[in-house]
Structure formats: structure tokens, C-alpha cells
């Protein structure tokens, strides 16, 4: 028997339809570390990151635990809405009384979410595929910043809530240790760093624009495990970057030898 998605969220498909993408299908080419130009060639970056993104979730579940700890009561008996929802770990740590939806627009991250999610979507946080004003609330988590206009994910995002409803948003610090590193280390290898991190009071002035309140404003601050690999992939890259950066090297020894970073989230409350 095909299953249907409650008619409430204004879908027009059943989630049969929805699963009618082949969700074991490889893409047909590998594509390299970063990405630019299109939303196309941002879908396939994502298709292939699926698995990786997964198994190296664990330099960013500190934060996710406490991000969640923070807005467990405005989750919990509500209808949420997961835009950019990749493997579900995110949502896998909400409160068990919430209605969830995940939607993501890569089918291999929806492939990997569907043991931790029930409902689940095809769709583009650009053009989302309900009807207006039918989520209580709605979370987006470390998807913006793919993209460097963000307005038009806050006017979707906002279309779909109902009136009062709540919307968490949630992204990189421009002081996360992480990134920052990345946004140096990618340049002196000759490579981009295609990733749009902005300050909360400018996400929050883009909100504001788009009609949303702002009901508060944290940073999720933790430790992380520090890992050479997530930076440099071979002794070539390592020899590169000693060249172009010596300095740079060195910080990057020294957190080897601590053995953390010091990671940092924006988290953004606001109301329709």
C-alpha cells in the first residue's frame, strides 16, 4: 500500500513518488573536494559526500548535542520541518514527540537518513514543495552557508510556517576553528573554499528583511578532535603548504599536538 505524507504539509506526491529517484545510483563522475559555479554542481559535491559527511560526523556532534539541548522545548509536539536535513543526524536527537520532515536534495543523503527519519522529501531548500503556512516550526542547520545569497531559503522557509511559527537557524562562526583553517589551507594549495560563513547580526538583518522577529541570538561553543587528514590529504600537500605558508604549517602542528580546535555555531531564534 503506498503511504501518503499528511495532506496538512500540501504535498503532492506520495512518498512512494518521492522514492522514485534511484536511490542506489552512483553518480557517473567523482568531483573534487570543493565546489562552484551552480546549484547543479553543488547537488553532485553532496552525492558524493554523503558517506564521508556520515563517518566524520564526529567533529561537529558536541555542538549538535548542545544546539539541540537549546531548542529541545520548542521542537517537542510540534510539526518541524528539516530543510537540508543530509543523513538525519541532526534530527535523530530531537525530542521523540515531534512530527518530523526531513527534506534534502541530494538522494544519497536522504538514502542514509531514512533509518533515522520517517518522512522524508526530495526538494530544494529554494523552492520548497508545500503549501504556505503549514509548519510549526522549521530548522536549518549548516546548509546556508553553501550558498552565498541566503534570502531566498528565508523567504521559503518563512512562506511554510504558519503564523507564530519558529524558525532555527543554525551555521558555521566566522571564529570557528575549523573553517578558518579550511579558508586558508584550501587557497595556499591552489584550491577554492566555496563556503559563505557570515556574521550573526548579518544573518539576523537578512532575516529581519525577509519578516521574521528575532526572539534570541547564542554561540554554541565546544572542543573538537583535531585531525591532519581533514586538512591535508598527502605528503605533497603537506610539502605545498610548507611552501606557500610555512607559517601555517606550524599553527597546524601545534593544534597536532594539542590535539583539539575550538569549534563555534551560530544559532539564530526568530518568529513569523
Excluded at 508545500?130 to 530548522?139: I, M, P, Q, S
Excluded at 575550538?262 to 531564534?269: A, P, Q, S, V
Aim: aromatic residues 10%; charged residues 30%; contains cysteine.
Amino acid at each position: 500500500m503506498v503511504q501518503i505524507v499528511k495532506l496538512l504539509y500540501g504535498l503532492q506526491f506520495t512518498l512512494s513518488h518521492c522514492w522514485s529517484v534511484q536511490l542506489d545510483a552512483r553518480p557517473d563522475r567523482i568531483m573534487n573536494n570543493t565546489y562552484k559555479g551552480s546549484p547543479e554542481l553543488l547537488r553532485d559535491f553532496w552525492e558524493n559526500r554523503s558517506v564521508s559527511f556520515e563517518k566524520d560526523y564526529g567533529i561537529r556532534q558536541k555542538g549538535i548535542v548542545k544546539l539541540v539541548e537549546k531548542t529541545a522545548k520548542l521542537i517537542e509536539d510540534k510539526n518541524v520541518l528539516e530543510v537540508g536535513c543530509g543523513p538525519g543526524i541532526v534530527a535523530s536527537y530531537y525530542p521523540p514527540t515531534s512530527d518530523m520532515v526531513g527534506v534534502d536534495f541530494s538522494s544519497s543523503m536522504l538514502k542514509l537518513a531514512k533509518k533515522r527519519i520517517r518522512k522524508l522529501v526530495l526538494g530544494d531548500a529554494l523552492s520548497l514543495p508545500f503549501r504556505t503556512g503549514v509548519f510549526e516550526v522549521l530548522t536549518c542547520y549548516f546548509m546556508a552557508s553553501d550558498y552565498a545569497a541566503k534570502e531566498n531559503i528565508f523567504a521559503e522557509a518563512f512562506r511554510v510556517l504558519e503564523a507564530g511559527g519558529v524558525f532555527l537557524y543554525a551555521d558555521y562562526s566566522p571564529e570557528d576553528e575549523h573553517w578558518k583553517l579550511r579558508r586558508q589551507i584550501l587557497p595556499a594549495l591552489g584550491q577554492s573554499c566555496d563556503i559563505n560563513i557570515e556574521e550573526d547580526r548579518e544573518i539576523a538583518e537578512k532575516l529581519k528583511h525577509t519578516g521574521f522577529s528575532i526572539v534570541e541570538t547564542n554561540l554554541i561553543r565546544f572542543n573538537a578532535e583535531f585531525r591532519l587528514e581533514r586538512y591535508l590529504k598527502s605528503r605533497n600537500e603537506i610539502q605545498k603548504l610548507k611552501e606557500a605558508n610555512l607559517n601555517l604549517w606550524k599553527a597546524l602542528k601545534t593544534r597536532l599536538e594539542n590535539g583539539k580546535i575550538e569549534r563555534e555555531f551560530l544559532l539564530l531564534i526568530s518568529r513569523k
